[in-house]
Structures are given as structure tokens and as C-alpha cells.
């Protein structure tokens, strides 16, 4: 008797998908590129802006493929995948370019094909014809990756994990109303769905606040209770840890027992298909972070942004005979670790905020203990909204940026109206990492005293498009997105 589907292991089944993938790729190769990051990061804006930038010849003197001319076409195409929602480009760039309003977030996983027609570079490839290469773009929430740890976690050691890291620093306080509510709770009561909804409405509650922009804390998972997807207000969400649980197994009809059941629901049904359906089948990866947002918020922000880049590079680095590395069968060859929105800064602190995430990265590659073979680290605007100048100011020069601050943005006292344009000081990061770290270090152990680093964040509106003497509208500006495109699949176009 044939074997049914549900006796397959799931790495076999990944496997499987791997196959498929295989034998479509000999008709038409193509390439994965995952863009993720946690909410707000950029990643939105930088797919339409990329997409943009190839479709209408923007400035990328560093994506060698367009520079030496070897391309002949790109175009969009239906994309493989049909029961994935597609990436909505043309919305997007059109609130970009036209409105110049920033566009809708990335809420769940979403698609978009980009085919590429090109010259080879090598005489022998050339022999062969002219190339094509789809790249997939998949958009997906960085919340959602941090969810892949669970799978080799227990309910009680989730529970544990999770109830330490809410009473540390800052977390305590924002985590009061749901650890006080979780105290009068007696786990072992029987199971009621009325305090188990208010448990989960607490933790996420508490999830919620660590997010907000004061804050700015990087998420924990379960990565559905901030982005829920189309799993929004569904029962498989109704959980949440329970802190200081007994060394005992749960007794059955109570409400522990309700809650570990649930959790386990949700790696089945949740983190696991979205693990072998789209994680496992990607090629390359972009990671991006809000390092100056982490920066600008303090000590605990930048070590938890560490926190979370150790727990994303532990996915795509996963160590030998780990549960990932059992499940995996193709890695992600590339990871570019990008921090975004670079036009908040004059360009001469753009090389500090890489090198300055470059040192996050670094710390977080030594922790897991793997070798940081295959990442790159790039400091970067997909949408530059600034322009760069300098004012004179007690008979110094001083680097300035330029833009049009969204409306309501508030700088110095003054309101703005979202049309009138205004010039800051940017601020400086600090020059020497090493430093910046040890600060860090030390203030996050309650000794130390913290500098923070003087940089101004605005919400610029995104930019006109300028035009050329001969009226052609130019693609939307930016800063070194053509070297992430480079890294990221100009090898493939060789
Ligand atoms: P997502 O949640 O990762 O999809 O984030 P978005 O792409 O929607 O970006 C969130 C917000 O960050 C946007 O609304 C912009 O305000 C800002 N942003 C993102 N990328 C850039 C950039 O390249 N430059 C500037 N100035 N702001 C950006």
C-alpha cells in the first residue's frame, strides 16, 4: 500500500517542495530572494523602490549586470505561486511617486515575480543564448521568522523563556498589567476559554507595548499576536504563557492543559507550514533593521535589535545536528544584513552605521558560534527623501539635510504641514564602534554611563521625482540600493 501524504516527515515533504522547485528551475531559472525584517523596517519601500528602479532605468551604477549593458529586458510576471497574495507594486509606487505618501506595511507574506532578460558575461554561457532569470520576491514579517526557535521549544520552557525576559529592564514594566493578571491565575484550575482570551489579550497587549515607537523594543514571538495575518482574532491565537509553572505535567481539563495544547496547534499548524512552504525554499536572503531607530532609543533597544539578529541569523546559520539544520536541505546561500533608511544621515555617518551594524551582526554570529561565511552588512536608503547641504553656523560649516518633514512631524517647537520643506542637523553616530559597545555593554549591566548618540530622526515625506533636461521622469532615488541588488543576485546574472 502506498504510503498516505501525512506519514511523510516534514523533511521530506520540504524535500519534495525542494524537487519541485528543481525541475521548474531547469525551465526557467530562477532565484528566491526572501525580503524580511521586523515591522517598520523598510521592507515594503524597498521592494517597490527596487522593482521601480529596474523597470524605469534608475541610477545603479553598482549592479553590474545594467552597467556593462547586458541587459536587454525586465518586466514583471505572473508569479509561481498561486495561493500566495501578490506583492501590490503598483499601489505602492503609486502612493510613493504620486502622492508621495509612504505606503501600507507588510501585514502577512506576499509575492511578486521580476524577470530578467540579459547577455552572459562568459563567451561559453553566451554560446548557449541569451539568459533569463526570474527573481521571486518574497516579502514575509521578521515576526514571523522568529517564530522557527518555538519548534524545538516546549510549552513550559516557552512559558519559562518567556516570563524571564518580561521581568528584565524596561520589559518589567510594560509587562506588570499581564504578569499581575497571570499571578491570580491557578493553572490547574479547569480549562476556561474567558480567561484564557484574557490572558492572550494581556500578553499581547504587553507584546504591543514593547513595539511602540519610545520603545522600540524588537518583538519576542509568538509572531502572529502582532502579525496575525489571516489568522487575526482565530482561536489559535488564544494562548499565552503561563509564568512560574510547576515541574509537573499538565493535568488534563485544566487550563494549562488548554494552553499547552494550543501552543502546540500553533507550531503545527502555524510556524511549520510557513517553515516548509516559503522559509525552506529560499536562495537569498535580505534582512532589514532599523539599527538608527535601536540606536537613537538607547541601550536596551540596540541589545535587544542584537538579540533578535542573533535569533535571525540562528535560521539561516543554522549549526550542524540542530532541529533546523534536520529540516533544511537547501541553504540560504546569501544574507544581507541591511540597515535602512541611511537618508536620515549626512554621508559621512553613513559608513559609521554600517560599520556600527556590521559589530551587532558580529557580536551575533560569535554567540550563535557559527562563521559569518555568506553575510554582508550594508548601510542604505531603498528611498532617499533627503537631500544633502551644509548651512553656515557660527562661522563653521555644518552638514545639513533637506526634505519636506510628513505632516505633523514636530522639530524644535515647530509643527510642519507635510509641503513645507525644512533643513536639520542630522547628528553624528560615533566614530569608534568598540566604544559605542563597551557604553552599551555597561550601561545595559546598570553601570555604566550611557552617551547617546546625537542624531535627529524626521519623518521626511518621500521625494519628488526629479527630472532630466530632456523631461524624462528618473527612477526614485537612493542610497546604494544597486550594491544590495549586486549582492544579492548580480552573481546569477553572470
Ligand atoms: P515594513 O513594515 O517593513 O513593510 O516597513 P515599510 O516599508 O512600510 O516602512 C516603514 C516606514 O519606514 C515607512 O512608512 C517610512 O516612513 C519609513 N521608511 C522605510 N524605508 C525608508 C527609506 O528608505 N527612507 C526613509 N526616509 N524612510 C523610510
Redesign the pocket.
Known sequence: MPPSMTSFSDAALTALDNLADRASNLVNPSVRLGVT?L????????ISSLVHNLLHGGRLPMFEPLQSGRISSICLEPQPDDTVPRFQYEDHIKALVEDRV??D??RAISELRLTIAYESASTWNRLTGPGRLSIDIVDYPGEWLLDLPLLDQDYDTFSRKTTELARTGVRAELSEEWLQLAATVDADAPADEMRARALAEAFTRYLRACKTDERSLSTLPPGRFLMPGDLDGSPALTFAPLPDLEEKSAIRGSLRAMMERRYEAYKTSVVKPFFREHFARLDRQIV?VDALQAINRGPEAVADLERALTDVLACFRAGRNTFLSSLVTRRVEKVLIAA??A??LHHESHRRLEVLTARLVDRAVKRIGMSGAGIDVIAM??????REGTVKHDGHELPVITGTPIAGETIAGKTFDGNEKTAIFPGDLPENPESFFQHMDADAAGFGNWQKPEVNVV??RPPHLEQTGEGITLSVPHIRLDRAMQFLFGDRLE
Open positions: 525584517g515591522s517598520r523596517a523598510g521592507k515594503t519601500v524597498f509612504w505606503p506595511s507588510t532589514l535602512t533608511k537618508d536620515h536608503a531603498a528611498v532617499r527623501a533627503t519623518r521626511f
